[in-house]
């Protein structure tokens, strides 16, 4: 195996990159493989149906696969080999029956159907065994001796930004929400990267236009979790729990939390949102069901501890799984693109999860009462955006921190809940994703009536900072690079490399990404991020908090 696709790559003096019998995640050189082979696998689907787009012709199942498998290989979300030997089986039969839909297509309008190479011609082996060996045909660095590894990390950072677009997608999939402008301009992305360039500036390109992929599925996933479930409002969330039987429901998938929700009504459960889905109490539709009563333990990074403690059934709907303990194993259930070898996986029908909370324990007594404030997404920001700018033009507020993104356990997180506590008390900070555990329970206090710590939501609601952003330039009539704001982005995997893209892609300079820079940022393509970007690493809080507000003044 060979991967460096997460921020707890291993690194070492000759080299970067988990290349082991098993990764820093947990995940055995047979499923990294296999998981290459099946991103292979998947762009041999997207050169056919790039081509029978443009003869108008698509197919919904190959599309929803193309987001459903790309998914599954996110770091920490599905660990178990023999799934991805079915589902690089089943990219072929996608794939083939593509390209019978692009050749008739071509026939009937009196084209010639091109003869595609490489992945679109490929054939699955018929074993594990056999195609662990083919697996070398999608292996990320298996030309780097010859196009060097500035390529070859180009090539990385553009297929890993994919693969978080992905996800955001089939999220709102799975919501029933989907974009043909996204389909096909995945699709010709990853006939890009089919193709296997070696141009440093188309591909620098197409890291760009990844993340304008990226804003428009944003877009449409904000659209998805605002349609289905209203607009976030600005809401208390229990963090402490109260007695009775209980389900704990990680990961980010909204979709699933409300199918859990409706199928334990009435039944003398209480459910509790972990991690990334604290901010589903904001959304009206989720948090009028009464028996979604809290949010439990931290970041994911946590779970093995959070888990064992927790009395209950536990569900994860999307990727930050870490291998269950023996304490809680028999327990946990995994959803949708989420698998580990051994654990119980659960397709729409929570019934064995009820059964397992209903069995169990559950919390004996009330723990005394804590919450936190959730829901300032940009309809609720954007709804007061005229007293934020009579306290900015007032003088009253005179910075805005985005202090966010992705939590984790590697040395140097502590940056974070430095700067969010550091800053002065005249600035507000924004968050959103599971970065926010670090220091979401202090007490920031408020600046007229505004509070100075907005918890935005999930990752994909950088949409929502976004639009905070270009508002208050339009206000100001700016530029979002003229703002009083600082961008300090704490990454950890794919997902976070997707919204780093968006952001560059915006032109947004200057922001600040820690607690390490990527490992397939060689130093060559971080000089040109640098210059085209001023990208920077973090340094010490007090120093780059000071470096923000001087510039700003």
């Known amino acids: 195996m060979f991967c460096y696709q997460c921020e707890q790559t291993t690194r070492s003096e000759s080299g970067d990159g988990c290349a082991t019998a098993k990764g820093v995640c947990g995940k055995d050189s047979a ?28 197919d919904k199942a190959a599309d929803g696969f193309i987001l459903f498998g790309l998914f599954t290989t996110l770091t920490n979300v599905n660990f178990t080999a023999s799934r991805f030997v079915s589902l690089v089986m089943e990219a072929a039969q996608h794939r083939d029956r593509v390209k019978a839909l692009y050749e008739a297509a071509a026939q009937q309008q009196g084209i010639t159907p091109e003869v595609l190479t490489g992945a679109a011609a490929w054939i699955p082996a018929t074993t594990q065994a056999e195609l662990l060996i083919q697996s070398k045909l999608g292996a990320m660095n298996k030309d780097a001796d010859t196009v060097g590894e500035d390529i070859v990390g180009l090539r990385a950072m553009m297929i890993y930004g994919i693969k978080g ?33 070696t141009d440093a500036g188309e591909l620098l390109n197409g890291n760009l236009e990844v993340g304008a992929i990226n804003l428009k599925v944003m877009e449409l996933l904000d659209t998805a979790n605002t349609g289905r479930f209203g607009q976030q409002e600005p809401a208390n969330a229990r963090i402490s729990h109260i007695k009775g039987k209980a389900i704990l429901v990680s990961g980010h998938d909204l979709q699933d939390l409300y199918t859990i929700l409706e199928q334990t009504k009435d039944k003398g459960i209480n459910v509790y949102t972990h991690g990334e889905l604290l901010p589903a109490h904001a959304y009206p539709k989720l948090r009028a069901y009464p028996h979604l009563v809290g949010n439990y333990g931290g970041a994911w990074q946590n779970q093995n501890a959070d888990f064992a403690a927790f009395p209950g059934a536990i569900v994860m709907t999307s990727n930050c799984l870490i291998e269950p303990s023996a304490s809680y194993r028999q327990r946990i259930f995994t959803a949708g693109p989420v698998g580990w070898q051994g654990v119980r996986h659960i397709t729409d029908d929570f019934t064995p999860v009820i059964q397992a909370a209903l069995a169990l324990a559950g919390f004996q007594e009330d723990e005394p009462e804590r919450t936190l404030t959730v829901g300032f997404g940009h309809h609720a920001v954007l709804g007061v955006a005229d007293k934020v700018i009579d306290a900015v033009k007032t003088g009253a507020i005179k910075h805005f921190f985005l202090i966010g993104g992705c939590d984790g356990a590697a040395p140097g997180r502590n940056y974070y809940t430095d700067v969010a506590e550091m800053a002065p008390k005249d600035t507000v900070v924004m968050t959103l994703g599971c970065g926010k555990y670090r220091f979401h329970e202090h007490d920031f206090g408020n600046i007229g009536g505004i509070p100075r710590l907005l918890d935005i939501g999930q990752c994909n609601d950088a949409y929502s900072a976004i639009q905070i952003a270009s508002a208050l330039a339009g206000a100001f009539e700016c530029g979002v690079n003229d703002l009083p704001l600082s961008l300090m982005i704490s990454w950890f995997e794919q997902k976070a490399v997707a919204v780093l893209l968006s952001l560059l892609s915006l032109g947004i300079r200057g922001i600040h990404l820690g607690p390490t820079l990527p490992a397939f940022l060689t130093p060559s393509v971080l000089a040109i991020l640098v210059e085209k970007f001023d990208i920077r690493a973090n340094g010490e809080p007090a120093d780059d908090l000071a470096m923000a507000l001087n510039k700003a003044a």
């Open 165 to 197: 677009l992905a996800a955001y997608a089939h999220h709102a999939h799975a919501l029933g929400y989907e974009d043909e402008e996204i389909y096909a301009r995945l699709e010709t992305a990853l006939d890009f990267l089919a193709n296997d360039p």
């Open 31 to 58: 499923t990294a493989d296999l998981q290459d082979l099946l991103v292979y696998g998947i762009k041999g689907i997207a050169q056919y149906a790039k081509r029978a787009r443009a003869l108008g012709k698509t």
